[in-house]
């Protein structure tokens, strides 16, 4: 089964060009620069969900393997989710995309990243690094943008932001199930884990007096003491 993460509530705003042109100049004339920015590159506003880090937490623990799509090869891809990729790649929405999947059970899920950069710049050689409000596309924006402000830039950082655009599986789970899914996958991983770093304390307790004899009769050194007790 195949799940699209498509905004159905902005379809007219993405196939609509007229409507496409009334969103931008409404945003543009808000001052909505962050709304905007959504459009740079690409073709329309951006109509997938941002992934919080609670969302990236389930589908990353659901699907720990990452491949860009073109290398994905694990399971067919169905065509409605062949479609979203087409269309996200036409829109040019992403700078990147991935497949996220298990291997024993890779019920995969299709990723776009927006790559952002911020730029770090000196209002003038005497005052201490500042960082723009704004995020850009590529560094040569973020250069741009400083010189046009009369800045002296100093460099950028990036940041990749996620975004859902599908997945498929044998069932359509809801999210609160991907998440106690995901729930019981961590307690069985961490719990296992969790257990043997007990029973190796407990066998460095045991032999405890033995090591610390052995550092007073001169036969260790505190470093070989201090090893032996973590």
């Known amino acids: 089964m195949v799940k699209s ?3 159905e509530e902005l379809e007219n705003v993405v196939f609509d060009s007229d409507t496409q042109e009334e969103w931008s100049k409404l945003a543009s004339n808000l001052g909505l620069e962050s709304q905007l920015s959504f459009i ?6 951006m109509p997938y969900p941002f992934m919080n880090k609670s969302l990236v937490h389930i589908f990353e623990t ?9 290398e994905y090869n694990k399971t067919p891809i169905p065509i409605e989710v062949l479609r979203e990729l087409s269309f996200c790649v036409n829109e040019k929405y992403f700078q990147e995309i991935q497949i996220w999947y298990d291997d ?15 730029c770090k710049y000196h209002l003038s050689k005497n ?7 704004y995020s850009f596309f590529s560094e040569d924006d973020a250069k741009e943008w400083a010189e046009n402000n009369s800045y002296i830039y100093e460099g950028s950082w990036s940041e990749k932001n996620p975004y859902l655009i599908a997945r498929w599986a044998d069932e359509n ?3 609160e199930t991907l998440k106690m899914m995901a729930y019981m996958r961590l307690k069985e991983r961490y719990t296992n884990e969790w257990n043997m770093a ?4 407990q066998s460095q307790i045991q032999k405890g007096d033995e090591i610390l004899h052995s550092y007073l009769a001169g036969e260790i050194g505190e470093w070989e003491l201090r ?4």
């Open 198 to 201: 007990i029973k190796n304390l």
């Open 104 to 118: 024993k059970t890779p019920d995969p899920v299709a990723v776009g990243y927006i790559k952002r950069y911020l």
């Open 5 to 7: 993460y498509f905004n």
């Open 62 to 70: 659901l699907c720990p393997a990452k491949v860009d799509y073109t």
């Open 227 to 230: 090893t032996n007790l973590r």
């Open 127 to 133: 005052t201490s690094t500042q960082y723009t409000p």
């Open 173 to 175: 789970h809801p999210l």
């Open 40 to 45: 740079k590159k690409a073709d329309s506003p």
